[in-house]
């Protein structure tokens, strides 16, 4: 329940068709619909690829200095941006500003939120930014996870100024008609990045698919890794079998009837992918990444099926199991579709406000 009009700031990084990026523009627009005044700053990238509400103020931000003046820079432009703004809460979505803010005054910031959207156990974290993070940490007013994972891997005093909230998701079942007959296609979604690991998909799905001829895999994104997928794809002898297929806004229109969603990463915040895939009815197969969001959502042979990181062989077997079972996949898929109602949107939505309203009410 809303105690009265907040104005709040999301420090944001838009760098294209992003799953985090999705997640804050939703939220953003949420928050206005709400009738909270709402600015959105983007640090660096400016490149929105979702609808923005159009009575959200948006700010770009670009880097004014390079080199080892980058991050003082940066710093000194939300300095500016938030003093003019003057907001009640800032939420970062993004640790490199949510350890910015929560150096600077609270009279300039006002509440200092972090919603962390990957894995903290990172590698990234093993030197300088895991040093910031501890010195920093003390300093913010409110953390929101993803999952109970992440929430988990902080410390009590962490834990007492979190909490939990999944992502929505917006697929309605009256959107997308009830599948009568399955493309024999295995689909994934997600950025050409070593993150999503892709490769470990692709050498799965070879293995098989000498058994399953008629079975293509999809995968749709882009990245850095297109070339080496490309010429892995070529090596295997798979051009025909294996198709980049690039990103799409149209995506679910390739996804809610394909035979199979497999997502390979090897962490996640909350996979965005796969809660829309599930949505759709899509039987879905997805490793247990880092820190623990897929787990939260699949039960393994009621809703979908876990396998681990990494592990060609239990990915191969899992993807031939499925494909050789359509009773299985069937019920996979419709016991999936629950999982619209559990997410829904004005629920989550509801949940992140009344976040808010809590932490404007508490002393850090």
Known sequence: MQDKKMKIVFLSYLHGFGGAEKQN???????????????????????ICYNLD??????????????????FSRYIGIINVLRDIKPDITVNF??????????????????VIYSERGDPGDKEYNGLLGLIRKITLPR??????????????FDKQVQMRSVVIPNPVFIKKKDFPKVKKRRKAI???????PQKNQELLIDSFTKISE????????????????????????????????????TSKRVHDFLYDASLFVLSSDYEGLPNTLIEAMALGVPC????????GARDIIRTGINGVIVPCGNQECLSKAMEQLLSNVDLRDKL????????????????????????????HTHL
Not at 56 to 68: A, L, S, V, W
Not at 140 to 153: C, H, L, R, T, V
Not at 285 to 292: A, N
């Open 25 to 47: 523009i939703m939220l953003a627009n949420a928050m206005v619909n709400k009738g909270h005044d709402v600015t959105l700053v983007s640090i660096y990238a400016d490149n």
């Open 54 to 71: 159009k009575r959200i103020k948006y700010i770009f931000m670009p880097d004014r200095m390079g080199g080892p003046m980058r991050l």
């Open 94 to 111: 993004w640790f490199q500003s949510a350890y910015m803010t929560a150096i600077m005054k609270k009279s300039i910031t006002g509440k």
């Open 140 to 153: 913010i007013d409110g953390f929101i996870f993803q999952s109970n994972g992440a929430k988990n891997f």
């Open 187 to 193: 689909v994934t979604i997600g950025r050409l990045h």
């Open 211 to 246: 058994k399953f001829p008629e079975y293509v895999l999809e995968i749709y994104g882009d990245g850095e890794l297109k070339e080496t997928l490309e010429q892995k794809i070529s090596v295997l002898n798979m051009t025909d079998k294996i198709l980049l297929k690039g």
């Open 285 to 292: 197969i997805s490793t247990d990444c880092k820190p623990g």
């Open 333 to 360: 898929g419709n016991e999936a579709t629950k999982i619209i109602d559990k997410l829904n949107p004005n629920n989550i939505y509801n949940s992140w406000e009344n976040y808010f309203v809590s932490i404007m």
